[in-house]
């Protein structure tokens, strides 16, 4: 589990010189420009390795984390569009990964797609985070992202821990309400689908219940599973009833952060549940196909 507070000693040992890591992120960085022509394809290469400078050398709490303890993440941009010499448009992928104990396993925290990304970037430009203002797009939306990784990791570890993280995320959002780029405010983009509403969603009480989930998800169901199948699986459909509760109360198909969370956890639970018995099978698929009726037919095949 991973270590969230300063302790005594690392205090001992980094002033003896031994080497500590601040760093919370693993991040790996990707950048597709296949569909921009005719262009400086150096820009391209120059924007990765700044990107990932910039995500994995950033300082993003005041947490210690051991080299072992970073988060796994990814960041796939695919640029479609150049309109000028510095302004691209494109779409990014972000996906983190979370242990699970005593297991080998990884379980994935999120991973969706983000259409409304336009920025500037000026090579060799240097990429620095401002928590009080809204210094360019690229930067601010890498830093949002960053944030989110870490809120939902730290959420899944203790009972919405990971608030001081989404409350970055918000202050991210308010900084950049007056930016001509999309996906910062209430009208951005379609279906309430983008960063305003993400973080708006998450912070909303009303929403408490789906927090609720991805603590208890991985706790009490995810992180026993090894040891204990049967009893894991019981408390993972209790956690499910969150999720249902939530729905029933607002059952809102635009309601984007149980979108990304269900797209996160939906391949995860058919596998885990196609190996329960049939009672288990049949109230996991109703709970699901009610609240995620997207991918109804994903979750029908835990029955076959």
Not at 228 to 245: C, D, F, G, K, Y
Not at 248 to 255: G, H, I, L, S, T
Not at 269 to 297: G, H, M, T, W
């Amino acid at each position: 589990m991973r270590t969230f507070y300063k302790i005594f000693i690392f205090s001992i040992l980094f002033a003896a010189g031994v080497n500590s890591y601040a760093q919370e992120l693993n991040c790996s960085v990707q950048i597709s420009a296949q569909q921009i022509q005719g262009s400086n394809r150096q820009v391209f290469q120059t924007m990765q390795k700044a990107i990932y400078e910039f995500m994995n050398n950033t300082v993003w709490t005041n947490h210690v984390y051991s080299y072992s303890e970073r988060i796994d993440c990814n960041i796939l941009i695919n640029l479609t569009e150049q309109l000028s010499a510095d302004e691209f448009r494109g779409t990014i992928q972000v996906m983190s990964r979370r242990p699970v104990y005593n297991t080998t396993y990884n379980t994935t925290m999120l991973n969706f797609v983000d259409n409304n990304f336009r920025f500037r970037y000026v090579e060799f430009q240097p990429l620095e985070f401002d928590p009080t203002a809204h210094r360019s797009n690229l930067i601010s939306v890498l830093s949002y992202y960053a944030y989110l990784i870490l809120g939902f990791d730290y959420d899944s570890f203790s009972p919405e821990g990971g608030t001081e993280m989404f409350d970055m995320c918000e202050r991210i959002v308010n900084n950049a309400q007056n930016t001509p780029e999309p996906g910062w405010k209430p009208y951005d983009g379609s279906r309430n689908r983008n960063r305003y509403w993400l973080i708006n969603n998450i912070l909303n009480s009303e929403y408490s219940n789906v927090r609720k989930f991805i603590y208890r998800y991985h706790i009490e169901g995810l992180d026993r599973l090894e040891s204990s199948v049967a009893e894991s699986r019981l408390q993972m459909i209790e956690t499910l009833r969150l999720l249902q509760e939530v729905y029933r109360k607002r059952p809102d198909p635009f309601m984007y952060y149980l979108t990304i969370v269900m797209e996160a956890k939906k391949d995860e639970l058919v596998n885990i549940f196609s190996e329960a018995f049939p009672e288990e099978k049949s109230r996991v698929v109703q709970i699901l196909s009610e609240v995620d009726p997207a991918n109804k037919s994903d979750y029908e095949k835990i029955q076959d």
